[in-house]
């Protein structure tokens, strides 16, 4: 057996497919306005119809939580140091089970450790890259947060550790603060599986290391970060698409953490730049 992902298909078409992988703690409906305006602004540039699909990660949405025999070895602390490299492996399974040998991989915060994994473990896969509000760097000390989230999600079988993610804090965007997205991201996370709340955090806290990859990426790639991203601004995304040789960096001023929720439109633009870089390459 393999991690089973569960597929959500916006759009068929020629070429390689755009797979956007979602954050923490939602699934691909995070991706559902910036897909359309992706497909909408492609189709008037009379870009041809390219496939863009959205899995729900592993333990979101409709994809089932991985067995412990799936997810691999588990640390001392509950972490399990190989399901990132699983998960990725299980991303490209989705592709080739399809007949594609490569894609298109745009990844938002937890969904960019699985792109860039994906980058180190079968770079032959990637046609270009979309790195939005992520790091390469692993948690450190820094990370032990998560597996307290996981740790009560999972004692209390209940989404409220992680409903934080849907209320504004200081310094947060403007969209951040309407009422429209705190709706939204409530009712998206009232929806989660608080077992696959937990088991994505226990995958992310033991992801290796992964520094090094940015420097081996030459496919075309994109780099977006909200400039009050508390984790992924600026000043630590614009150093990580310094290192790629083909990187463009978009930043986005009022935009926090979800970019492609907080300012579809301005990410689907970077999106289309980057497909017809890919389709030019």
Same mark, same amino acid.
């Given at each position: 057996?393999?991690?089973?992902?569960?597929?959500?298909?916006?759009?068929?078409?020629?070429?390689?497919?755009?797979?956007?992988?979602?954050?923490?703690?939602?699934?691909?409906?995070?991706?559902?306005?910036?897909?359309?305006?992706?497909?909408?602004?492609?189709?008037?540039?009379?870009v041809?119809?390219?496939?863009?699909?959205?899995?729900?990660?592993?333990?979101?949405?409709?994809?089932?939580?991985p067995?412990?025999?799936? &997810?691999?070895?588990?640390?001392?602390?509950?972490?399990?140091?190989?399901?990132?490299?699983?998960?990725?492996?299980?991303?490209?399974?989705?592709?080739?089970?399809?007949?594609?040998?490569?894609?298109?991989?745009?990844?938002?915060?937890?969904?960019?450790?699985?792109?860039?994994?994906?980058?180190?473990?079968?770079?032959?896969?990637?046609?270009?890259?979309?790195?939005?509000?992520?790091?390469?760097?692993?948690?450190?000390?820094?990370?032990?947060?998560?597996?307290?989230?996981?740790?009560?999600?999972?004692?209390?079988?209940?989404?409220?550790?992680?409903?934080?993610?849907?209320?504004?804090?200081?310094?947060?965007?403007?969209?951040?603060?309407?009422p429209?997205?705190i709706?939204?991201?409530?009712?998206?996370?009232?929806?989660?599986?608080?077992?696959?709340?937990?088991?994505?955090?226990?995958?992310?806290?033991?992801?290796?290391?992964? &520094?090094?990859?940015?420097?081996?990426? &030459?496919?075309?790639?994109?780099?977006?970060?909200?400039?009050?991203?508390?984790?992924?601004?600026?000043?630590?995304?614009?150093?990580?698409?310094?290192?790629?040789?083909?990187?463009?960096?978009?930043?986005?001023?009022?935009?926090?953490?979800?970019s492609?929720?907080?300012?579809?439109?301005?990410?689907?633009?970077?999106?289309?730049?980057?497909?017809?870089?890919?389709?030019?390459?």
């Amino acid at each position: 057996m393999a991690i089973e992902l569960a597929n959500h298909i916006y759009r068929d078409g020629e070429g390689v497919p755009v797979v956007l992988m979602n954050a923490y703690p939602v699934d691909h409906r995070m991706w559902d306005v910036c897909a359309k305006a992706l497909a909408d602004f492609a189709d008037l540039e009379d870009v041809p119809p390219f496939p863009i699909w959205a899995p729900d990660m592993a333990g979101s949405g409709e994809s089932p939580v991985p067995s412990e025999a799936d &997810s691999g070895p588990r640390m001392a602390n509950g972490a399990y140091s190989e399901a990132l490299d699983r998960l990725a492996d299980a991303y490209v399974d989705l592709i080739k089970a399809a007949g594609y040998e490569q894609a298109i991989w745009v990844g938002l915060s937890m969904g960019g450790y699985v792109a860039m994994d994906i980058q180190r473990r079968h770079p032959e896969t990637v046609a270009g890259l979309a790195l939005c509000d992520t790091m390469a760097a692993s948690d450190g000390v820094g990370g032990e947060g998560r597996l307290t989230m996981a740790n009560a999600a999972e004692q209390t079988n209940s989404v409220e550790p992680v409903m934080h993610f849907a209320r504004p804090a200081e310094g947060d965007s403007t969209v951040k603060r309407t009422p429209e997205f705190i709706e939204t991201m409530t009712a998206w996370i009232e929806e989660q599986n608080p077992a696959g709340l937990a088991w994505r955090q226990r995958m992310t806290y033991g992801r290796p290391d992964m &520094s090094d990859v940015p420097a081996t990426i &030459s496919v075309p790639t994109v780099v977006v970060s909200g400039e009050q991203d508390p984790s992924s601004n600026p000043s630590v995304l614009k150093p990580l698409a310094e290192k790629i040789a083909d990187a463009e960096f978009v930043d986005i001023p009022d935009c926090g953490h979800f970019s492609a929720v907080e300012h579809p439109d301005t990410v689907a633009r970077a999106l289309l730049s980057l497909v017809k870089r890919v389709q030019q390459h």
